[in-house]
Each structure stands twice: as structure tokens, then as C-alpha cells.
């Protein structure tokens, strides 16, 4: 039974594993995708690169309209194993597609199509994951939640070692002529793996017997009946939203181009990140299951929005070397971050109906997180250009868990029936 349950759990977590592993790889590699689909490396190449990676968190919203649609009224499962399969396809012909130099134009248009049909799949991925727990599992929901969020720093983690390995064994220039293709190989080979292995995957018996929607419209009205909620649960996201996107999606580009930090040193920093954030999904599970999910979330973002300012203005503005300290530092801060990560998710599962369980928090999700994981490196791009002051960026973080506070208290008093 313990062993039907963990491998459940494992099944159900690739997806958001592989979800976090696609975007870090985009991130990471963005230096030899702009050489490869725009010709050059500039400002302009920069922001497009980043502009494209926002067109596919935006199309995320269409996929959990679609996904969620299909795991509210025909299968979680279903949707479940189907989204993965086009995550896999899309992986494999994105390293397939040839560079600006060979088709022109034709190559980035390319790009934007396949991150697309990426976004639309991924819409229903990680909101399918906590659903099937929380509808599987009656004690500990925090704690396997936060097992869920665990996959998804592992995807971060694992994004960066590939990321480091690829680069040891390659030259620079290899690696935008063909290293790059390499990691989104393996992306969709995994993917790929995965579609297999769900077979073992099944719907929960609350499901099963629940009442089914009739048709989309039906199944979006019910998620926006009480728009205080349908909103509240949106900016639900915000805080942790911003933090994916500050500090994994921009800070590194940013470090890299500005050549504050060597590969070396690039690498640690994420991995410093990602620790954090680890412990931070495991310890915030099993706190907000001896005390309440609510009472976690408002006191971590309380604490998130006093630290991010001194944060940037004493720790990330000048950083040349990583020493212990900072080490230490930047892993508690990604701490209470990530008590954030998984409970804020088992929060929102939990205070939405059966009926359209998967629409709604599919789409408050996926619209949170195109909004501020998504546009955040292109908006934290803009913002350091105009400012020329990479300290703003503690600003935005500080009013993005503030936001996110609040969310969390109004949702906690509007409860969707």
C-alpha cells in the first residue's frame, strides 16, 4: 500500500518536475537561443528571448481552460497523461527546429509555435498533480504537497546540472550550435517516459461519483461565480510567482551578461536557491498540517516582504563571489519562500468545489503564474535597464508578497461553494 502510494505520488509529481526543468533550461540556455533564432546577442535579442518565454506562460491559460475542461468533466487521469505527451513532442522538435542563419525568420516563429503548444499543456500539469493529491489523500495533505513543490526545485536543480555538464564538455560555440538541442532531447525523452508510466495513474472514487459539468461555459461560470475568490486566488500566486521569476528567471541572465559571476559561481547560485526552496516546500507541508495552511502562508509573506529590500540592497547588488555567509543567507531567504511554494497550491485545491476543481485552480494557477513568473524576467529586464539599479527588483518582490498576503486573507473569508 506505502509502496502503491509513493509510486503514485512520484507519477503524478514528473510532470511538474518536468515543468520547472523546461523553464530553467529556457533560461539558462537563452544566451545560445538568441544567437541561434535571432543571429546576434544584444539588448533587443534579449527581451525577445524573454518575450517568447511570456507567450508561453500566457498560452498556459488556454491549457487550463482545455485541460481542466477534461479533467472536470471526462478523466483527471486523461488529461493528466495526454498534456505530458504534447509537453514530449513539442520538446523534441523545438531542438529540431534549424537556426535563424538556415530558414531566417521562419526559425523563431518556429520557436513561438512549439513553446506554445508547450504553454497549452503545461497549463494543466502541476494544478493536475495537486488535485489528484488532495482528492487521493486524507492526512498530510501539506506535507505531499510540499513533496510535489520538492519536484518542481528538483526540476530547477536538475536544469542546472545539465546545464553545467553540457557546458563542461562543450565549447561556447558548440553549445549554440548544437548543446543547447541536447537538453530539450532529454526534456522530451523524459516527457515522453513518462505518457507511458501514467497508465498506472487513476481517478479518485470523489471524482468519480461527483456531479460532472455539461460543457466549457458551464465549467467557467462555476469558477467565476464568486469573483472575489476567482481574483483572491490569482494573486495567490503573486509572491512566489515573482520570487521563481526574479531570482531563477532574471538574477542569473542577468549575473551571466554582466559577468558578475563565472559558470562556476552561476551554478552555485542556483543550487543555493533551489536548497532553499526545498526545505522550504518539506518544512512549510508539515507546519501548515499541525497548524492551518493560512496561518503559514501570512506569516512567511509577512516575513518575505520585509526581507526582500535589505535583501537586494545588502546581499544581490554587488555580488562577485559566493562566500559562506551568503551562502547561508541566500538559503534562508529561499526558505520561507518555499514554505510558500506547496501550501499555497493544497490551499487554493482545498477551498475550491469538486465539481470544477481542476478548471478553477488550472486557470487562477496558470493565470498567476503567466502573470508574475512569466512576464517577470522581462519585466525585471525592462526595469534594471531604466533604473540601471538591479535593487528595484527588492521593491517589486516586497509588494508581490504583500499582494500575496492579502490574497490569501480574503480567499481564506470568501470560500468558493
Known sequence: MIIAKARQIFLISTGSFLESLDFFIFVLFSVALQKSFFGEINTASTSYIFGILAIGYLSRIAGAMIYGYIGDKISRVLSFRYSILTISLSSIFIALIPTYDVIGYTAFILLIFFRVMQGVSFGGESSGAIVLIVESTSKHRGFVCGLIMLFISGGVLFANLLYSFI??????????????????????????????????????????????????????????????????????????????????????????????????????????????????????????????????????????????????????????????????????????????????????AENSPLTVRFTFLALTSQIGIALFSGFTPLFSSLLTSYT??????????????????????????????
Open 167 to 348: 557546458s563542461y564538455l562543450f565549447t561556447p560555440s558548440e553549445l549554440i550550435d548544437y548543446g543547447w538541442r541536447i537538453a530539450y532531447i532529454i526534456t522530451g525523452l523524459t516527457s515522453l517516459i513518462t505518457f507511458f508510466a501514467r497508465k498506472k495513474l487513476y481517478d479518485s472514487e470523489d471524482f468519480k461519483h461527483s456531479k460532472k459539468v455539461l460543457n466549457l461555459k458551464q465549467s467557467l461560470e462555476l469558477v467565476i461565480a464568486n469573483k472575489l475568490s476567482f481574483f483572491s486566488a490569482i494573486f495567490c500566486k503573486m509572491g512566489t510567482g515573482v520570487f521563481v521569476g526574479v531570482m531563477i528567471g532574471y538574477l542569473p541572465n542577468y549575473y551571466n551578461t554582466t559577468d558578475k559571476l563565472d559558470t562556476k559561481h552561476l551554478s552555485l547560485f542556483v543550487l543555493l536557491i533551489t536548497t532553499g526552496l526545498i526545505i522550504g516546500d518539506i518544512v512549510g507541508g508539515i507546519i501548515s498540517d499541525i497548524f492551518s495552511r493560512k496561518s503559514v502562508l501570512i506569516t512567511s509573506g509577512i516575513i518575505m516582504a520585509f526581507l526582500s529590500v535589505p535583501m537586494f540592497y545588502f546581499v544581490f547588488s554587488d555580488i562577485t563571489i559566493i562566500s559562506i555567509m551568503f551562502g547561508v543567507t541566500i538559503i534562508l531567504f529561499s526558505l520561507f519562500a518555499g514554505m510558500q511554494d506547496g501550501v499555497s497550491s493544497c490551499f487554493l
Open 388 to 417: 540601471n539599479v538591479v535593487n528595484v527588483l527588492g521593491f517589486y518582490l516586497a509588494i508581490a508578497f504583500a499582494v500575496q498576503t492579502l490574497a490569501v486573507y480574503l480567499l481564506s473569508k470568501s470560500r468558493v461553494d
